[in-house]
């Protein structure tokens, strides 16, 4: 009887496609899908995949596919860089390094005169937007087509990003899917 039942589920994703990724969305959404994801995200932004990494305990992490009690699911990271945010405000960062005293100790040192006349140093205070996505899923070759050969440097393709703001931790998120741009 089993046999029988592993059969047919074969001959299904044989003949029909069907696949234990069907909630996965497709690389072109529909208008609906576009819209659910629309409302239900608290950020939208397009980026493009840099890196994947296997995921170690202990590492850090923006966003996670599914639900936080799924997070036992994920095998890999795909780190992506941010090239714009569309909807809501991402995490801000300090930009850090060195002290205004520093630089211009630096500065002097490498004779750099004009950078000091004109105290054109960085302000280590200052807050941007991060710059950098990292989020754990499942298998990155079904859902941004990087199969494990191509993780240290996957093919240039922009996607947009949906992310629901986690109310625990604002610099955490939910992945909701993606979209490939064009």
Same mark, same amino acid.
């Given at each position: 009887?089993?046999?029988?039942?592993? $059969?047919?589920?074969? =001959?299904? &994703?044989? =003949?029909?496609?069907?696949?234990?990724?069907?909630?996965?969305?497709?690389?072109? =959404?529909?208008?609906?899908? /576009?819209?659910?994801?629309?409302?239900?995200?608290?950020?939208?932004?397009?980026? @493009?995949?840099?890196? &994947?990494?296997? %995921?170690? &305990?202990?590492?850090? %992490?923006?966003? %996670? @596919?599914?639900?936080?009690?799924?997070?036992?699911?994920?095998?890999? &990271?795909?780190?992506?860089?941010?090239? /714009?945010?569309?909807? *809501?405000?991402?995490?801000?960062?300090?930009?850090?390094?060195?002290?205004?005293? #520093?630089?211009?100790?630096?500065?002097?040192? #490498?004779?750099?005169?004009?950078?000091?006349?004109?105290? +054109?140093?960085? +302000?280590?205070?200052? %807050?941007? #937007?991060? @710059?950098?996505?990292?989020?754990?899923?499942? +298998?990155?070759?079904?859902?941004?087509?990087?199969?494990?050969?191509?993780?240290?440097?996957?093919?240039?393709?922009?996607?947009? $990003?949906?992310?629901?703001?986690?109310?625990?931790?604002?610099?955490?998120?939910?992945?909701? *899917?993606?979209?490939?741009?064009?």
């Amino acid at each position: 009887m089993k046999k029988t039942n592993v $059969l047919y589920l074969v =001959l299904g &994703v044989m =003949l029909f496609g069907l696949n234990s990724c069907s909630t996965v969305p497709s690389a072109t =959404l529909t208008s609906d899908e /576009r819209e659910n994801y629309r409302k239900s995200s608290d950020v939208i932004l397009t980026a @493009e995949p840099i890196k &994947v990494t296997a %995921i170690r &305990v202990g590492q850090t %992490i923006d966003a %996670i @596919e599914g639900s936080p009690e799924e997070i036992g699911l994920a095998q890999a &990271v795909v780190l992506f860089r941010i090239e /714009r945010v569309l909807k *809501g405000d991402f995490t801000k960062v300090k930009t850090g390094g060195a002290s205004v005293t #520093q630089q211009a100790l630096q500065a002097i040192k #490498q004779k750099e005169i004009l950078k000091v006349l004109t105290l +054109d140093f960085k +302000d280590p205070d200052e %807050i941007i #937007q991060k @710059e950098w996505l990292s989020i754990a899923v499942r +298998d990155p070759e079904i859902l941004f087509l990087i199969p494990v050969r191509m993780w240290d440097s996957p093919r240039p393709e922009k996607f947009k $990003l949906y992310l629901k703001r986690m109310p625990e931790d604002p610099s955490s998120y939910l992945f909701l *899917g993606r979209e490939s741009v064009k």
